[in-house]
């Protein structure tokens, strides 16, 4: 069941204050946490994943992007203030490298500020005043595309074999793992409770 939307209009009539509570910032804090640990289980799921693709083993990490972008648009869901989903994407990231040792190493960083920003954008773009299936499918599919502008960059993808199949994963990945799950995560944990006294729930009983 989704979250009711009446509360995402009435509450968010104006753009909301940048100021984070002690309470919110140790929420997304928390969500780094779990989630950088999440994206490092990734990284190791991404070797098995690329031997059992055989030829298209390569396309392996498009598969498996759009998990990476959850927790930026998680964070804005829940707690409904500019820059907090470009903010745990980095901090995420942090915890992959400098807690965990990723192989990937510190570029990380940078990867998590593009993801961050990209899917960042669409809930920008509507003032954070729309939370709808609509927006959080377009996070996913603008921070898709973010990454996939980045690594045309940094790893060249645009020269390489099977590019249109690539951008074809990495499109679905984004939209599915990325911005929808991010919906039906946040959905599961308001309808526990336990968001009830954090900007989402307050919009929603508001």
């Given amino acids: 069941m989704s979250v009711p939307q009446r509360g995402d209009g009435a509450a968010t009539r104006s753009l909301p ?4 509570t002690l309470q919110e ?5 928390t969500l780094s946490v779990v989630f950088g640990f999440l994206y490092w289980a990734l990284v190791q799921l991404w070797g098995p994943l690329r031997v059992a693709m055989g030829p298209l083993g390569d396309l392996a990490q498009n598969v498996l992007i759009g998990g990476w972008f959850v927790v930026a648009p998680l964070a804005i869901y829940i707690v409904r203030k500019p820059l907090v989903g470009v903010t745990t994407e980095i901090l995420a990231s942090v915890i992959e490298v400098v807690f965990l ?6 570029i ?3 990867t998590g500020l593009v993801q961050g920003t990209g899917s960042e954008l669409p809930f920008f773009l509507t003032r954070y005043r729309r939370y709808t299936w609509t927006t959080f499918g377009l996070s996913g599919l603008s ?8 690594n045309m960059v940094r790893l060249g993808w645009a020269g390489q074999d099977w590019f249109a199949v690539r951008v074809g994963f990495q499109a679905v990945s984004g939209l599915v793992l990325g911005g929808l799950a991010a919906k039906v995560i946040g959905d599961a944990l308001y309808h526990t409770g336990v968001l009830d006294n954090y900007p989402i729930g307050r919009a929603v009983s508001a």
Wanted: net charge positive; glycine share 8%; hydrophobic share 60%.
């Fill in 101 to 106: 040792g990723s192989p990937v190493g510190p």
């Fill in 108 to 110: 990380l960083l940078l």
């Fill in 25 to 29: 910032l140790v929420l997304l804090a």
């Fill in 143 to 150: 921070a898709a595309l973010f990454s996939l502008v980045y």
């Fill in 17 to 20: 204050s940048r100021r984070l």
